[in-house]
Structure formats: C-alpha cells, structure tokens
C-alpha cells in the first residue's frame, strides 16, 4: 500500500492488476467495515491537475464528478489504484478524475482548491503527509465538498480522523512480520549473526503502523530487540532504501543473514537488492514485502534473486473502487461515511504468483 503505499524504476508501468476476488466478497467486505470526512493515499497516473481516465471536464449537470488526489502516479500501485477508481465511477454514473500529486504538498494544496473550483462533489486524497490534514479538512468543510482519505489517513485541526478508505496498517504489519518469522525459523540461522532491517518512514502513520506491527510480531516470536535496526526513508521508493542500506550492512559486518521488511515491497526489494550488491547471498537473505506490486517483477522469469520470499498483496483497483463507491453512497444515496473500510490482503508467494495476480505473465 500504500501500500500502499509504497517504489523506484523496477515498480514502474505494470500491467493493470485483474480482479482477485468474487463480487461477492467484495461486497461482503464494503459491508463489514466501517468510514466520516474521508482520505486517500499516495499516487497517480497524470501529472498536475491532468485528468485520469479521460474525464473531459469536471462540472456535470447530469452526473457528480469526484477528485482522486494521489500521491505518486509514477508507482505502479497508484496507476492501478486510479484505474479502479474511474471504473468504479464509470459503473455507477458519476466522473472521476485522477491528479498526480507527486509528493508535493503544494500540489496537493492546490489540486484541491483547483477541484472545489470546479465544482467536484466529492475529494477522495492520498496525503503525501499527515500534517497536511488540517489545510486540507479546513479547505474541503469551507467549501462544504466531503473528504475522505485513501491508503494514509490524516486528521483536521481538531484532531478527528477523517473516514478511511485501505488497509489496517497495523494488522498487515503483523502478517508481514509472521511471513518473515516463519521463514526465518524455517531456516534455522543463528540468532547471534541474524539482523532484521526495518524500512520505515517516521512522517506516514500508516508506513509507521505497518512497521510497528512487523517490530511487535517479529519480538514476540523471539527475536531479539537489540538486532532490529531501523533504516527511516522519506518516499517509500526502492531508490532511496537502496542507497541507505550499503551504509548499514558495512558498519554490521557481524550480520552474516538478514531479514529485511518495511511499509512497502519497494523499500523491501531495495533493501535486499543492496545487500545482495554488498555481497550477502540471497540465501542469506529473508525479504518480505507489502502490497504485492513488484512480486511479478521480482519474481520474473531470469530475474536475480535477492532473497524476496513473499509479500501481502492488496488488490489495488478494488481499493480504488472502493473509496468511489463510498464516497458515492455517501453524495448521492446520503449514507454516512462509515469510520473504516479495510481492505483484506492476500498472502502472495512465487509458488501462487500466476494464481493471485492474474495480469502477471
């Protein structure tokens, strides 16, 4: 996510993911959970205040447009993500439209100032930081447009979260872990020359709750705290975990085997591919990843092995679909929000690859 965020030149231009679940279990997932103002995440497709899906403008006399804001179009999640989303509009009779944010906050800023101009009903936003909130919630309720949030969940000034629309980030965090531990165990490595890299980013909650949970499950099952090392990041992208993680293993020369994991497959896959460059082997290696966007990639047929044994797989256009069917319900059947709407990963490993992403050949 995020994963949903969540990248660098290896994530990019996958081909759009295809639906993993039956209808049914879609709906029985949009009707167990909960969504008030509401949030989006990180990502985009277009540049600016481009349209995504061929929107030709935003005022309709005839059907309600909503803004997707989206941190990062350039990550394969977020394009996915944005497709749904426009599908997901198309489906019920109203106009998305989709603007890539690129990590800016005054992008983002002025995104939204620009869509309330043009009169979108509804503001669906992937925050590139938390402490955005406040402006955002302060411009939206001026306005009197709903907001809700996609894959990073933020605040107003008054503290209250607005409705959210992803994954628990806590709850994949503890998955993520539990993959990397069962591996872990299943190998056998000493414990005294065993270190785990944790890719986090401190300015995302959800980036934070993931790796917490990941933290929390791998001590739990009795790794020791005191070879957790911490690799913080700013964006989530397999760039920048890999430049920050030679550093790390040439000041530990006593690790000899490395589980790696963070808030996102990308930071995952950076990691390991550094260590693997620093010369650990990939047997050596235990990397597990979030959101199951670069798992085709990785795992592709000739590529080499980092030693990336799994991720947990979020369904991105039926995240998207889901946050436009809520703010839907909620604009024109004038249902309440619903606090919360988790989205429920996937377990993804190189064995079922080809069975969960059926758009990987």
Known sequence: MQNQSMTGPQGRDHPRRSLIVTVASVVSVLAAVTVPVVALANGSRTSGSASHG???GIASSSKPTFAVLQTDG?????VDQGDGAVAEGKKLGANVKVYNE???ASTTISDIQQAIA???KGLIVVAPTEQLGPRMVKLANAAKVPIIALDNGF??????QVPYVGISGAQFGHNSGALMMRVYKNSKWPAASTYMLLVTNPSLQTIQQRTNGERATAIKEGFPKGHIINEPTSDNVTQQAYSATGPIKVSHPQASYWLVTGGNDDVAFGAAKALVAGGVPASHIDAVGLGGDLACTIWAKGAASVGFRASN???PNGVGAAAVNEMYQHVVKHKPFKANVDVAPVVLT???LHKV???CK
Do not use: P, R
């Open 54 to 56: 061929g929107t030709a």
């Open 74 to 78: 350039s990550i394969s999640y977020f």
């Open 102 to 104: 690129n990590n800016s």
């Open 118 to 120: 043009n009169g979108v």
């Open 155 to 160: 605040a107003g000034a008054n503290g209250k």
């Open 313 to 315: 797989y979020i369904y």
């Open 350 to 352: 190189q064995k079922n």
């Open 357 to 359: 992403d059926k758009s």
